[in-house]
């Protein structure tokens, strides 16, 4: 038998292979918490050599790990034992050109989400998926992952806006998925099945994604709110008065803005008031006959009259409503200058957002007490990142951790909601979900894993833990 | 060994077990095309029961066919042998409290559709499913089935609707993932599988639904269009100038209008001008501040300056609205009341519907000559359903019914769509699908199946076959 390492660079060429010192930038995940040296990084240039690979390193019993931009938060997309190979899609960037007939394009697994941004731009186009790590995160990464970000509410998590697979199986077959339709009951969902899969059940090597016009105008708000109570009640009232223009609806608090002022000197707070909560309203619309400014400027009186909204301002131009949106896409670059820190990706049901921000903040002190809660997201979902830091003057959590990370997961639980709301389960969550969630769910989802993957080939120890 | 059927009894109560001629109503399906006599027909009270039920059968080798309103188009809910029983969830209809700040409802499987609309009406809220057959199709069923309707193309499929599910599983277990979030990436999104899946994984025993605020306004129009191409270029043109009002996007053909005027004499047709093809567009706003009469009269405008609208009317109220819709919404009953007919249920990408529509007649007219094709659908989605009658005068199809279903399945594929675009695949398409799909995908079906269902106990024949 040919040595695997002969076999995968007779496959790949050598642009195609790293190893050593070149492997090593594709090693650790982006929060530096995952990863061990794999055989090596195989970086493949189309689907061919994806199965091929494939179908090598289940010959050889190698893991194989596949990565798009590696900048998920969950460790999914590194490896755990050093007889794996990194399978990066990022030689595979292909865009097709999009069809605005019928709202719909055909990409390469390792585009970067902002290159597609950039490209469908001059088109009049847009693909709905906006988060704070587009500049690098790629489009299998963003399937694998089931990607949500701050227009989800509207536009749906990307389960929603794939159409269309091309997926390389864990035998190194290939399914040609790659249909452009949005109602195909031809069977089971399998396309809806692979987004979230964390390239478990095979590698996301094209897909089709939806398109929307892109809008004519928008109308941005900074808005202070008395509390997040009144941030509940006010998105309930925009999604009945203006639902059909929201196109963000983003919260953060004072402890966030207090750290991002702090630690980054350039950002600008113009309102002459602080509060507890902060709310980023922002509305689009194709139509140019849309009073939008009006329907906003009616709202925000709305909200003031009932006590919800205590200040607020209309972006005038395009710099200041960029001014409003750094204000909350550097709360997590905040946080993290300021320290030590605890990430929690929660969903509760919108309506219950203030009630679980409330009850988890009574859990976390009495955890540790004067602890700082800084919850910011995406109020229109319910999708909380219920982030932690120390107390004042104090650099650690006294090694608590894991108590705050079970005890807020268990509250969302018990709430109906999620304490993996859109960044997946990887190798940070696993025995969280085993004991947040029942064991026929458990059970089902190994069932899964075993039927498509009966080796366990595909991303071993990610997602769902099955006997090796 | 207790005999199954005093089993069944002990489990279900008198109320529960149909049996001769009181089980004859649910042993044949909408078309009247599939069903043989079960052994009988159980209406569990509870998901206790239905858990209960399924390990019976399952230990007496019954297979179990889950029934909701019985209104689907390819056979899915009826037994192909005598040794099955029927699960009529037409029991489990309690609806939960609509929670308007999350956008969500609970409800049991067997709640009939517009059950549901009529429940939400007086609190403000829709849930944006509608469909022909939503006075007897059941909230199982639509999920079973991954129903699309006319609105899907705005608000989704089923699947998009589903934010939890409760299943009974084919061991009997019970799934609670009634959870109430649109955001939830722990794991595998089962939530997803289940939709569409057609009853053979599992039973749907209870939902959590998402929710929209009603619109406080609407404007409709009927448009004559020049032709199919110029439809199209129409819809692509409004997705653009008012996408995010659009709730409706209708075409029909001058056959399938002149078959039900001339079949439903109440009906009336009231624009001056005929023409091949017909569009009917529905805007819908929740604020009361956009002009949206305004806006769709110019969109209407600016069609006719182009050559692609030929005539028009705006509706000047509810009244003429609702007739609007009724030219759309008999097209099958006048179809039917002609005598023979074929139903094909094609989705393509949008901006290939007109070539879709071109081409199918052509090759329907070469297995054919003569043969009428009255196709109608939803423009949004490119969801056609490519429906023909005989020639003039002639009461059959000369045998040749499955040529053509066969050739528009074909044609279909090819054209990156799909023949099963939002009925399923049932008992009727089994054949179609293992033809026009790959063997990887068949495969990877057949691998769920058996993963999920390893007795086949599940609504046998239905969806995927596996040797038993």
Known sequence: MTDPVTALR???????????????????????????????????????????????????????????????LCGGAVADRASAVIVSLSRMTAIGEPDPESGSIAVDAGVVLAALHDMLEP???????????????RIGGLIGTNAGGSQAFRYGMMQDLVLGLEIVTPDGAMWDGLRAVQKDNAGYQLRKLFCGAEGTLGIVT???LRL??????????????????????????????????????????????????KHLPDLA???????????????????????????????????????????????NSGAQRAQFWRLREEQPEGQRLEGEQLKHDISVPPGAIARFIETGAEICDDILPGVRINPFGHLGDGNIHYNVSPPEGRADFDGKAGQFAEALAALATEMGGSFAAEHGLGRAKIAMAERNRSSVERELMARLKGAFDPQGTMNPGVLVRIAE
Request: charged fraction near 15%.
């Open 10 to 72: 007779e496959i790949l060429g050598p642009k195609g292979w790293l190893s050593g010192t070149d492997a090593e930038p594709y090693q650790r995940d982006w929060l530096n918490r995952y990863g061990v040296a794999p055989l090596g990084v195989a970086r493949p240039a189309n689907t061919a050599e994806v199965a091929a690979v494939v179908k090598a390193c289940r010959m050889a019993g190698l893991a194989v790990i596949p990565q798009g931009g590696n900048t998920g």
């Open 123 to 137: 088109h009049g186009l847009m693909f709905p998926m906006h988060l704070g790590a587009e500049g690098s995160a």
């Open 206 to 208: 094209r897909a089709v």
């Open 212 to 261: 929307y016009p892109t809008p004519k105008q928008q109308a941005s708000a900074l808005l202070v709110m008395s509390d997040f109570a009144a941030a509940v009640s006010f998105g309930t009232y925009l999604r009945g008065e203006a639902g059909e223009f929201l196109a963000g609806l983003e919260f953060f608090s004072d402890v966030g803005l207090t750290l991002a002022l």
């Open 269 to 315: 707070y113009q309102l002459e008031t602080r509060g507890d909560v902060y709310l980023l309203v922002e509305l689009a619309s194709g139509s140019a006959r849309v009073p939008l400014d009006e329907i906003l400027a009616s709202a925000l009186e709305w909200g003031m009259e009932e006590g919800l909204v205590v200040d607020g301002a209309l972006a």
